[in-house]
């Protein structure tokens, strides 16, 4: 599975990456998006260290679910992390990556974003202690519904803590493209403020969801 990002844009308060996301025929998380570099520095402003791409990562479940191309496997999870690790690659932060996309500021060497999508208990019980083991930054796009939400507001609050940025992916996971704006609206508000209030901060990023981006157990 991999995510291309295209841009951004400003919805609702909430910045979006514009994406492209799809099967392959990769494993998940394998190396295969690059997010380029804005094509020129402005004028008079210093020049900045800007990578050739930056690779972005997209995970769903980590599990042992046979058949399911939108699930990878506890084993070769830690083995992908283990290999960024020993290859000196630096996971960065959506806001670091959108600085980079709007110019403002360079990156680490070896720069990777690592996400995962829908919030899944194996995030928190599997990803996460891996994660933490290697002090990877990543971000973590979650449902907010309560009937939708697989994790507790404490869980996220750790997961926040350990240095898993917690963005939004809609309220309920409806397919935007056949909502009314209003129900659009609905959908992205209600998430960015439970987010807000539950996780006491401010909700800059926002995925979309879609019937295509994950088979949802």
Not at 67 to 82: W, Y
Not at 88 to 94: I, Q, R
Not at 133 to 143: E, H, I, P
Request: with cysteine; aromatic share 8%; proline share 7%.
């Amino acid at each position: 599975m991999t995510r291309k990002i295209l841009g951004t844009i400003l919805l609702s308060g909430i910045i979006v990456l514009l994406t492209l996301s799809g099967c392959s025929s990769r494993q998940p998380g394998n190396p295969a998006a690059v997010v380029n570099p804005p094509a020129a520095t402005p004028v008079n402003q210093p020049a900045l260290s800007f990578p050739t791409g930056v690779p972005v990562l997209m995970y769903h479940s980590i599990s042992e679910e046979k058949g399911n191309d939108a699930v990878i496997s506890p084993a070769l999870f830690a083995e992908q992390m283990a290999y960024l690790h020993s290859q000196g690659y630096n996971p960065v932060t959506l806001d670091q990556l959108y600085d980079y996309l709007t110019g403002q500021k360079g990156l680490p060497p070896k720069p990777v974003a690592i996400t995962f999508d829908d919030g899944y208990r194996d995030t928190y019980e599997i990803a996460l202690p891996i994660l933490k083991r290697y002090g990877f930054k990543s971000t973590l796009f979650v449902l907010t519904a309560d009937s939708e939400r697989r994790l507790t507001w404490q869980e996220l609050r750790e997961m926040k803590a350990a240095g898993m940025e917690i963005a939004s992916h809609s309220y309920t996971h409806r397919n935007l493209a056949g909502m009314t704006a209003t129900a659009q609206a609905d959908e992205i508000t209600r998430s960015k403020e439970l987010l807000d209030r539950n996780l006491n901060q401010d909700t800059r990023f926002f995925c979309y969801p879609t019937a295509a981006s994950a088979r949802r157990r």
